[in-house]
C-alpha cells in the first residue's frame, strides 16, 4: 500500500484566482493521477503524471487550466488556473504502485466564490 | 465505449439485513475491477481487485464476486459503520485508465 497525504485539505477561494494542491506519497511510484469529483458524481480522471515526462490529460482537461508538476517520484502538483465555481470539487491524487491497484488521497475540497 | 453503472444510486437497511450492490460493465477489455468505500470527506478506500469472471474475495461482512458482465458487492449482516458509499471502478486491459461507477450510498440503520 501506500500512504498520501495532500495540502491544503480544503479551501475557498475567489473567482479568477488560482491554487495549488500538493500531494505527497510516502514511497516512490512511477503513476500518479489526478481526480475530480464533482458533488453527487463519480472520480473523473484529470490526467495522469509520470515522473520525468509531460503530463496526460484526458478529453475534455488541458493543461492551460490544469497545469500539473512531477519534480519526482514522491511529489505532484495540480493547479487549477482562473478558477470559476464550476471549479468547485473535490481533487484527488491517486497513485499505482503495482500493475493493478490504485490507492487514493485523502482529497481537497474546493469552493470556489 | 467504456462505462460503467451502480445500482442502486442509495440504499438504506437495517442493522444485520445482509443485502447486494450491483457493479455492471461494457469494456474493451477488463484487466481487473475493483471496489472502494469512500467516508464523507475523505479519499476512497481500496477494498478489493477482481480480475476474471468467477473469482470471489471476501472481508469480514464484504463479499465481492465478479462475473463476464457485472460484479456484486454483499453485504452480510451489516452494522452502522459499513455506512459509506461503496464504488467501483475497471481498468481496461488497453492502457491505465481506471473508469469509475458513480457509487452506492449505504446506510445501515441501528
Known amino acids: 500500500s501506500a500512504v498520501i497525504s495532500q495540502k491544503p485539505s480544503r479551501d475557498i477561494c475567489q473567482r479568477g484566482t488560482s491554487l495549488t494542491i500538493q500531494c505527497q506519497v510516502d514511497s516512490q511510484v512511477t503513476m500518479m493521477f489526478w481526480y475530480r469529483q464533482q458533488p453527487g458524481q463519480s472520480l473523473t480522471l484529470i490526467a495522469t503524471?509520470?515522473?520525468?515526462?509531460?503530463?496526460?490529460?484526458e478529453s475534455g482537461f488541458v493543461i492551460d487550466k490544469f497545469p500539473i508538476s512531477r519534480p519526482n517520484l514522491t511529489f505532484s502538483t495540480l493547479t487549477v488556473s482562473n478558477m470559476s465555481p464550476e471549479d468547485s470539487s473535490i481533487y484527488l491524487c491517486?497513485?499505482?504502485?503495482?500493475?493493478?491497484?490504485?490507492?487514493f488521497g485523502p482529497g481537497t475540497r474546493l469552493t470556489v466564490l | 465505449e467504456d462505462q460503467v453503472t451502480q445500482s442502486p444510486e442509495a440504499l438504506r437497511l437495517q442493522e444485520g439485513e445482509s443485502s447486494s450492490l450491483n457493479c455492471s460493465y461494457t469494456v474493451s477489455g477488463l484487466r481487473g475491477l475493483f471496489w472502494y468505500r469512500q467516508d464523507p470527506g475523505k479519499g476512497p478506500e481500496f477494498l478489493f481487485t477482481l480480475y476474471s469472471a468467477g473469482e470471489e474475495k471476501e472481508k469480514e461482512r464484504l463479499k465481492a464476486t465478479l462475473t463476464k458482465k457485472e460484479s456484486f458487492l454483499h453485504i452480510t449482516a451489516p452494522k452502522p459503520e459499513d455506512s459509506a458509499t461503496y464504488l467501483c471502478?475497471?481498468?481496461?486491459?488497453?492502457?491505465?485508465?481506471?473508469?469509475f461507477g458513480t457509487g452506492t450510498s449505504l446506510t445501515v440503520i441501528p
Open positions: 491517486s497513485v499505482a504502485p503495482g500493475a493493478n491497484e490504485q490507492f
Open positions: 503524471a509520470n515522473q520525468g515526462s509531460e503530463a496526460t490529460y
Open positions: 471502478a475497471v481498468q481496461v486491459s488497453t492502457g491505465n485508465q481506471f473508469y
